[in-house]
Protein backbone atom coordinates (compact mmCIF):
# COMPACT_ATOMS: atom_id res chain seq x y z
CA UNK A 1 0.00 0.00 0.00
CA UNK A 2 1.79 3.30 -0.86
CA UNK A 3 0.36 5.95 1.13
CA UNK A 4 0.58 9.37 0.28
CA UNK A 5 0.13 12.63 2.34
CA UNK A 6 -0.75 15.76 0.49
CA UNK A 7 -1.61 19.13 1.16
CA UNK A 8 -4.60 22.17 0.06
CA UNK A 9 -6.00 22.75 -3.10
CA UNK A 10 -3.17 21.55 -5.49
CA UNK A 11 -2.64 18.21 -2.76
CA UNK A 12 -6.91 17.43 -3.74
CA UNK A 13 -5.85 18.03 -7.67
CA UNK A 14 -2.92 15.14 -6.98
CA UNK A 15 -4.56 12.23 -5.04
CA UNK A 16 -4.54 9.36 -6.85
CA UNK A 17 -6.29 5.71 -5.63
CA UNK A 18 -8.41 6.57 -2.99
CA UNK A 19 -8.62 9.99 -1.44
CA UNK A 20 -9.35 10.89 2.08
CA UNK A 21 -10.04 15.15 2.12
CA UNK A 22 -8.99 15.80 5.68
CA UNK A 23 -10.73 18.74 7.55
CA UNK A 24 -10.73 18.53 11.46
CA UNK A 25 -11.84 22.17 11.75
CA UNK A 26 -14.55 22.04 11.39
CA UNK A 27 -16.44 20.37 8.06
CA UNK A 28 -16.19 16.82 8.46
CA UNK A 29 -16.61 16.72 12.12
CA UNK A 30 -19.91 19.02 11.59
CA UNK A 31 -20.81 16.26 8.28
CA UNK A 32 -20.46 13.38 11.30
CA UNK A 33 -22.79 14.96 13.06
CA UNK A 34 -25.31 15.90 10.92
CA UNK A 35 -25.22 12.05 9.55
CA UNK A 36 -25.40 10.78 13.56
CA UNK A 37 -28.26 12.75 13.83
CA UNK A 38 -30.52 11.58 10.75
CA UNK A 39 -30.50 13.73 8.01
CA UNK A 40 -31.81 12.11 4.59
CA UNK A 41 -29.30 13.17 2.33
CA UNK A 42 -26.03 15.18 2.97
CA UNK A 43 -24.77 17.08 -0.28
CA UNK A 44 -21.30 18.55 0.12
CA UNK A 45 -20.87 21.26 -2.61
CA UNK A 46 -17.78 23.81 -3.31
CA UNK A 47 -19.48 26.87 -4.83
CA UNK A 48 -21.80 27.99 -2.51
CA UNK A 49 -24.28 29.28 -5.37
CA UNK A 50 -25.21 25.90 -5.61
CA UNK A 51 -26.23 25.86 -1.71
CA UNK A 52 -28.12 28.95 -2.71
CA UNK A 53 -30.13 26.81 -5.57
CA UNK A 54 -30.67 24.18 -3.25
CA UNK A 55 -32.63 26.17 -1.29
CA UNK A 56 -34.22 27.87 -4.28
CA UNK A 57 -35.68 24.93 -5.45
CA UNK A 58 -36.57 23.28 -2.20
CA UNK A 59 -37.11 26.10 0.67
CA UNK A 60 -36.67 23.04 3.43
CA UNK A 61 -33.54 22.35 3.03
CA UNK A 62 -31.22 22.94 5.07
CA UNK A 63 -27.96 25.48 4.38
CA UNK A 64 -24.64 24.78 6.56
CA UNK A 65 -21.74 26.62 5.60
CA UNK A 66 -19.02 29.27 6.23
CA UNK A 67 -16.51 31.68 4.41
CA UNK A 68 -13.35 32.75 6.54
CA UNK A 69 -15.45 30.53 9.19
CA UNK A 70 -18.39 32.87 9.31
CA UNK A 71 -22.17 31.85 8.32
CA UNK A 72 -22.95 32.80 5.10
CA UNK A 73 -26.20 34.94 4.67
CA UNK A 74 -29.66 33.05 4.97
CA UNK A 75 -27.99 30.11 5.93
CA UNK A 76 -29.37 28.20 8.79
CA UNK A 77 -26.09 27.19 10.22
CA UNK A 78 -22.56 28.30 10.42
CA UNK A 79 -19.81 25.46 10.21
CA UNK A 80 -19.61 24.50 13.77
CA UNK A 81 -20.56 20.83 15.34
CA UNK A 82 -21.74 22.50 18.65
CA UNK A 83 -24.44 24.50 16.12
CA UNK A 84 -25.65 20.78 15.01
CA UNK A 85 -24.63 18.68 17.54
CA UNK A 86 -27.80 17.85 18.86
CA UNK A 87 -30.27 19.37 16.04
CA UNK A 88 -32.48 16.73 14.79
CA UNK A 89 -31.79 16.60 11.00
CA UNK A 90 -34.43 13.36 10.86
CA UNK A 91 -35.69 13.43 7.09
CA UNK A 92 -33.89 16.26 5.92
CA UNK A 93 -31.63 17.26 2.84
CA UNK A 94 -28.75 19.07 4.20
CA UNK A 95 -26.28 21.17 1.79
CA UNK A 96 -22.74 21.85 3.78
CA UNK A 97 -20.46 24.51 1.75
CA UNK A 98 -17.33 25.35 3.33
CA UNK A 99 -13.91 27.05 2.66
CA UNK A 100 -11.62 23.83 2.63
CA UNK A 101 -12.86 20.94 3.09
CA UNK A 102 -16.01 20.66 0.43
CA UNK A 103 -13.24 22.65 -1.71
CA UNK A 104 -11.05 19.16 -1.55
CA UNK A 105 -14.04 17.25 -2.64
CA UNK A 106 -14.75 19.46 -5.60
CA UNK A 107 -11.00 19.41 -6.56
CA UNK A 108 -10.24 15.28 -6.43
CA UNK A 109 -11.05 15.17 -9.96
CA UNK A 110 -8.07 12.37 -10.57
CA UNK A 111 -8.97 10.38 -7.56
CA UNK A 112 -10.80 7.02 -7.70
CA UNK A 113 -12.88 7.14 -4.96
CA UNK A 114 -12.95 10.12 -2.48
CA UNK A 115 -13.95 9.63 1.58
CA UNK A 116 -13.90 12.45 4.41
CA UNK A 117 -11.68 12.26 7.29
CA UNK A 118 -11.62 14.32 10.71
CA UNK A 119 -10.22 12.52 13.84
CA UNK A 120 -13.71 11.96 14.96
CA UNK A 121 -13.82 9.01 12.54
CA UNK A 122 -9.82 8.16 11.53
CA UNK A 123 -10.07 4.95 12.77
CA UNK A 124 -13.02 4.26 11.15
CA UNK A 125 -11.76 5.77 7.76
CA UNK A 126 -8.78 3.64 8.15
CA UNK A 127 -10.47 0.08 8.43
CA UNK A 128 -12.44 1.09 5.26
CA UNK A 129 -9.04 1.14 3.77
CA UNK A 130 -7.90 -1.45 5.37
CA UNK A 131 -10.66 -3.62 4.23
CA UNK A 132 -11.06 -2.42 0.95
CA UNK A 133 -7.28 -3.39 -0.09
CA UNK A 134 -6.27 -0.14 -1.98
CA UNK A 135 -2.41 0.25 -3.22
CA UNK A 136 -2.79 3.46 -3.67
CA UNK A 137 -3.69 6.00 -0.52
CA UNK A 138 -3.76 10.12 -0.66
CA UNK A 139 -3.98 11.90 2.54
CA UNK A 140 -5.43 14.81 1.73
CA UNK A 141 -5.07 17.84 4.58
CA UNK A 142 -6.88 21.01 3.41
CA UNK A 143 -5.91 23.28 6.06
CA UNK A 144 -6.80 27.16 6.33
CA UNK A 145 -9.40 27.15 3.31
CA UNK A 146 -7.32 25.06 1.17
CA UNK A 147 -4.37 27.48 1.43
CA UNK A 148 -2.17 26.97 4.39
CA UNK A 149 -1.23 23.98 6.07
CA UNK A 150 -2.92 23.72 9.50
CA UNK A 151 -1.64 21.09 12.51
CA UNK A 152 -4.58 19.43 13.17
CA UNK A 153 -5.55 18.05 9.77
CA UNK A 154 -1.96 17.04 9.24
CA UNK A 155 -1.98 15.47 12.63
CA UNK A 156 -5.26 13.29 11.38
CA UNK A 157 -3.46 12.40 8.09
CA UNK A 158 -0.50 10.96 10.17
CA UNK A 159 -2.45 9.23 12.16
CA UNK A 160 -4.11 7.54 9.54
CA UNK A 161 -1.30 6.66 8.19
CA UNK A 162 0.05 5.34 11.84
CA UNK A 163 -3.21 3.25 11.92
CA UNK A 164 -2.65 1.72 8.12
CA UNK A 165 0.87 0.93 9.04
CA UNK A 166 0.62 -0.69 12.50
CA UNK A 167 3.09 2.25 13.65
CA UNK A 168 2.69 4.33 17.19
CA UNK A 169 1.39 8.25 17.09
CA UNK A 170 1.15 9.93 20.32
CA UNK A 171 -2.01 11.37 19.30
CA UNK A 172 -3.50 12.52 22.89
CA UNK A 173 -0.48 14.81 23.30
CA UNK A 174 -0.76 16.54 19.94
CA UNK A 175 -4.07 16.79 19.85
CA UNK A 176 -3.88 19.21 23.69
CA UNK A 177 -0.88 21.34 21.69
CA UNK A 178 -3.55 21.91 18.96
CA UNK A 179 -4.81 24.49 21.65
CA UNK A 180 -1.49 26.85 21.16
CA UNK A 181 -1.17 26.56 17.41
CA UNK A 182 -4.05 26.24 14.70
CA UNK A 183 -6.69 25.52 17.49
CA UNK A 184 -5.85 28.53 19.57
CA UNK A 185 -8.68 30.90 17.64
CA UNK A 186 -10.86 28.72 19.53
CA UNK A 187 -9.61 30.11 23.30
CA UNK A 188 -9.73 33.51 21.67
CA UNK A 189 -12.53 35.50 23.92
CA UNK A 190 -13.04 37.84 21.27
CA UNK A 191 -13.57 35.06 18.47
CA UNK A 192 -16.21 33.06 20.41
CA UNK A 193 -18.97 34.14 18.24
CA UNK A 194 -17.37 32.36 15.61
CA UNK A 195 -15.15 29.44 16.81
CA UNK A 196 -16.69 28.39 19.90
CA UNK A 197 -14.18 26.76 22.35
CA UNK A 198 -16.74 23.66 22.33
CA UNK A 199 -15.87 23.60 19.05
CA UNK A 200 -12.11 22.35 19.65
CA UNK A 201 -13.29 19.83 21.98
CA UNK A 202 -16.06 18.17 19.47
CA UNK A 203 -13.38 18.54 16.64
CA UNK A 204 -10.82 16.58 19.16
CA UNK A 205 -13.21 14.00 20.42
CA UNK A 206 -11.01 11.25 18.41
CA UNK A 207 -12.80 7.98 17.39
CA UNK A 208 -16.31 8.56 18.45
CA UNK A 209 -17.97 8.17 15.23
CA UNK A 210 -17.67 4.48 13.46
CA UNK A 211 -18.66 5.21 10.33
CA UNK A 212 -16.93 6.69 6.66
CA UNK A 213 -18.43 9.18 4.65
CA UNK A 214 -17.96 8.40 0.74
CA UNK A 215 -18.52 11.41 -1.63
CA UNK A 216 -20.96 10.27 -4.75
CA UNK A 217 -21.75 12.10 -8.02
CA UNK A 218 -24.82 13.03 -7.91
CA UNK A 219 -25.47 15.60 -11.19
CA UNK A 220 -23.22 17.99 -10.57
CA UNK A 221 -22.74 17.64 -6.94
CA UNK A 222 -21.37 15.19 -4.43
CA UNK A 223 -23.57 13.02 -2.34
CA UNK A 224 -22.35 11.95 1.14
CA UNK A 225 -22.83 7.91 1.67
CA UNK A 226 -23.21 7.12 4.86
CA UNK A 227 -20.93 3.34 5.14
CA UNK A 228 -21.35 2.06 8.73
CA UNK A 229 -18.09 0.00 9.69
Do not use: W
Not at 106 to 113: C, K, Q, T
Not at 147 to 161: F, G, N
Amino acid sequence: MNIQILQLIEGARQARGIAVIIDVFRAFTVECFVTKNGAAKLYAVGDKALAYEFKEKDPTCILIGEREGKKLPGFDYGNSPSDVEKVDFAGRTVVHTTSAGTQGVDNAVNADEIITGSLTNAKADAEYIRRGSYDQVSLVCMGLGGKEPTDEDTLCAEYIKSLLEGSDIDLSTRMYNLRYTSGAKFFDPAKQQVFPEADFHLCCRNDSFDFVLRAEKEGNVYRMKRIDL
